[in-house]
């Protein structure tokens, strides 16, 4: 029997929000739903919402692992599952910097996400 790995591509939240008008200007298609939610599937759980929130917040708009340890009442590693969550979803950015690890959010998937939910003059998009 094979232990092989399967390696889960990177979703391009530029590339998957990119295609997609705000919601409120017209109906999204399922191929793009189904990019989409990969998004956010990957902040609608309520650490790793919270996480996004606190690297977004922080000095700088990065934080490093140890800056978010002590938040929850988690293990370190149950957080750097979270992270790494985000990551590969796209929405975070990671550096290396000795033994800790620094997270910033992307500028691009955040703007992105914007746009998915963007209305004009306080009104739907489009209305």
């Not at 029997?1 to 997609?20: F, W, Y």
């Not at 988690?74 to 992270?83: D, E, Y």
Request: a neutral charge.
């Amino acid at each position: 029997m094979s232990n092989s790995v399967i390696e889960l591509p990177l979703i391009q939240p530029e590339s998957a929000l990119a295609c997609c008008a705000p919601l409120a200007r017209e109906p999204m298609s399922a191929d793009q739903a189904e990019q989409v939610s990969g998004l956010l599937k990957a902040i609608a759980d309520p650490v790793r919402l919270r996480l996004m929130s606190m690297i977004l917040s922080h000095k700088g708009g990065e934080a490093c692992v140890c800056d978010l340890n002590d938040a929850f009442d988690l293990s370190q590693p149950t957080i750097s599952h979270h992270l790494k969550v985000l990551h590969q979803s796209g929405l975070l950015d990671r550096e290396k910097r000795g033994t800790w690890v620094y997270y910033k959010a992307k500028p691009e998937a955040m703007a992105a996400m914007t746009n998915l939910f963007a209305t004009v003059n306080g009104t739907p998009a489009g209305r």
